[in-house]
């Protein structure tokens, strides 16, 4: 299982010289299951960049795109997901029911005149949908998933994954209650890798309560009482500056000692320990915007 983040921002793409060591894209993590295939959480920005890596390899596209909700930062990838317009290539998309439209349909409705010019039925993929509800656990590309459903506005799905003796949890764009949620604690209970929205700092939630975001504050305390080898902090805010996200990451260890901020390029793998651009704590200077 190698774990690599293709998009890290939330709410919208944030690219520039003061967000280009975090990355600009948003929500996409890659998830290699080596010789059973490839799974993928959610469909930012960052999509379009994997899609690239494997146009530019030759490989053939076989990936099931697990989104976690339909907020545009987290399926305004997948138009620009270059295997989707390359006959043979194969994509399954799997999210949770929203109440409003099915999987299909949420995903035709992006994809047609005014607001795109190529509709999802012209694509040369084939593309499956699948709708999933929170307690279910099903069967992905050789991994046993489990969903249930968080706390946003509309609606939102964490997903845990355990394949070949490892497992890692994605819950994001979730807000936390006055205590740990019961049913995430219960899904991230033990996971290697627990990859958390971490949008705001303690100092600025009080004036977004409601609005369906974390702190890195709250993930340190999911990540101490469900026992996690890793915590990675996600979803990071889009106005968040690379030093405000190091000193976010270095408040977050004080807490949660096995604590590091998601980037893009970076990779996690429970095979073999750290891979990519791994780092080792940085020295921060500077300060977190209140």
Partial sequence: MRITFRGVRGSIASPGKETAETGGNTS??????????????????????????????????????????????????????????????????????SGVMSVGETLVHQMRAPVFPVRL????????????????????KGARARTVKLNHPGGVHAYRLDHGGHSMVYATDTEHYACVDPQLLTLARHADVLIYDAQYTPEEYGGKVGWGHSTFL???????????????????DPTRSDVMVCEIEARAREAFARTVAAREGETIDLGGGAAGRARSPARVEGTVAA
């Fill in 218 to 236: 709250a993930a340190t305390e999911l990540a101490r009482a469900a026992g996690v080898g890793r915590l990675v902090l996600f979803h990071h």
């Fill in 121 to 140: 039925d012209e694509v040369g993929a084939t593309i499956t949908t699948r709708e999933v509800r929170s307690g279910e656990t099903f069967d992905v």
């Fill in 28 to 97: 996409c993590v890659e998830v290699d299951l080596g010789a059973d295939g490839r799974v993928v959480l959610d469909a930012g920005t960052g999509l379009r960049g994997l899609g690239d890596d494997m146009m530019a390899r030759g490989e053939r596209c076989d990936v099931a795109i697990l989104l976690s909700h339909y907020h545009w930062d987290h399926i305004q990838g997948l138009p620009f997901f270059v295997p989707l317009y390359v006959p043979g290539s194969r994509v399954e998309i799997i999210g949770g029911a």
